[in-house]
């Protein structure tokens, strides 16, 4: 496991741009085989996989969400970024960075941080 910490504004104004940033102290984004995924849950609701970077720097996307979202990498910073654009108050969540592993499940998680779209 590693430590994986989310950092961004909690509050975004409809129509937008949301940053979020996930920091991984002490571990290394390129190691082979590991993912790096956003997830959201909204008030209420269940965990929804946003999309993810892969270790050797590709990326999916969830396609309902595909045409607002970006996810980036900083390598020498071992942190990567999520933008969504624009943002809708229906985006209002608890935001999280996850790590996935080759075995297709997720070994280390951030706290979250909460992120509220409202004018």
């Known amino acids: 496991q590693v430590q994986l910490q989310e950092s961004g504004p909690g509050l975004v104004k409809p129509s937008q741009a949301l940053s979020l940033t996930c920091s991984v102290p002490?571990?290394?984004?390129?190691?082979?085989?590991?993912?790096w995924s956003w997830i959201r849950q909204p008030p209420g609701k269940g965990l929804e996989w946003m999309g993810a970077?892969?270790?050797?720097?590709?990326?999916y996307y969830s396609p309902p969400l595909k045409s607002r979202t970006s996810i980036s990498r900083h390598t020498a910073k071992n942190q990567f970024t999520l933008q969504l654009s624009p943002v809708t108050p229906e985006d209002t969540s608890v935001y999280y960075c996850?790590?996935?592993?080759?075995?297709?499940?997720?070994?280390?998680w951030g706290q979250g941080t909460q992120v509220a779209v409202t004018s």
């Open positions: 996850a790590r996935g592993n080759g075995l297709g499940a997720y070994d280390s």
């Open positions: 002490g571990g290394s984004i390129t190691t082979t085989y590991y993912w």
């Open positions: 970077i892969a270790y050797s720097g590709i990326t």
